[in-house]
């Protein structure tokens, strides 16, 4: 069974500029969050969707968004980027998300530097 | 907001020694616990999970859980210098029928040959 996908794998923007990332879940699982790792912070968490709704969000600025699609990929947007939003952008889905105990199965995360 | 705590390390230990990892957290009513390994450059993967108070063993790994005291520490036996990694630990709690986790910072291990 494949494992969960991101692309692309880095990405270098500048400030201002928005970027999209995009995460294909382990087949047959429904719940995608997605997370920023940076050194200092360590995995903050984003926002989690479970069959396209948003069920829940990180204390991070509306400038970052996602969605989920019928398929279950998720995408995550940043708009106007700033310096600052350089780090690892990890995706992970759990298979239903809604038990507790489901664990985690996270993409080799996507690079993103700001410049 | 619900807390968890690691040291970050970095935690030398020598090869063939136990390394013992630990982790608290502080909310009493979190309901499962994991242990995530991260090589520099890659991603977490899972490496044990602990639902009941006590010990749970797999292979050199044992995950141990006092939810008393709001604590999870993984032992690992026999270390090897392919264990250096940083080590996430992970705490899940239920919120209105899903989970919401958090994180720690990570221990960072590295085994000394």
């Known amino acids: 069974k494949a494992g969960v996908t991101q692309t692309p794998r880095y990405l270098i923007k500048t400030r201002g500029q928005q970027v999209t990332l995009s995460c294909s879940p382990i087949?047959?699982?429904?719940?995608v969050s997605w997370y920023q790792q940076t050194p200092g912070q360590g995995l903050q968490f984003l926002f989690e969707?479970?069959?396209?709704?948003?069920?829940n969000k990180g204390n991070f600025p509306g400038r970052f968004s996602g969605r989920q699609f019928s398929n279950s990929r998720s995408e995550m947007n940043v708009s106007t980027l700033e310096l600052g939003d350089s780090a690892l952008y990890l995706c992970a889905s759990s298979l239903k998300g809604n038990e507790v105990g489901s664990p985690l199965h996270f993409g080799n995360g996507t690079r993103l530097t700001v410049t | 907001q619900k807390e968890v705590e690691q040291n970050s390390g970095p935690l030398s230990v020598p090869e063939g020694a136990i390394a013992s990892l630990n982790c608290t957290y502080s909310d009493r009513v979190s309901q499962s616990f994991f242990w995530y390994r991260q090589y520099s450059g890659k991603s977490p993967e899972l490496i044990m999970s602990i639902y009941s108070n006590g010990d749970k063993e797999d292979g050199r790994f044992t995950a141990q859980l006092n939810k008393a005291s709001q604590y999870v520490s993984l032992l690992i036996r026999d270390s090897q210098p392919s264990d250096s990694a940083t080590y996430l630990c992970?705490?899940?709690?239920?919120?209105?029928?899903?989970?919401?986790?958090?994180f720690g910072i990570g221990t960072k291990l590295q085994v000394i040959p």
């Open positions: 992970a705490v899940n709690w239920d919120s209105g029928g899903y989970q919401k986790v958090t």
């Open positions: 969707y479970f069959s396209e709704t948003q069920r």
């Open positions: 087949s047959g699982h429904r719940s």
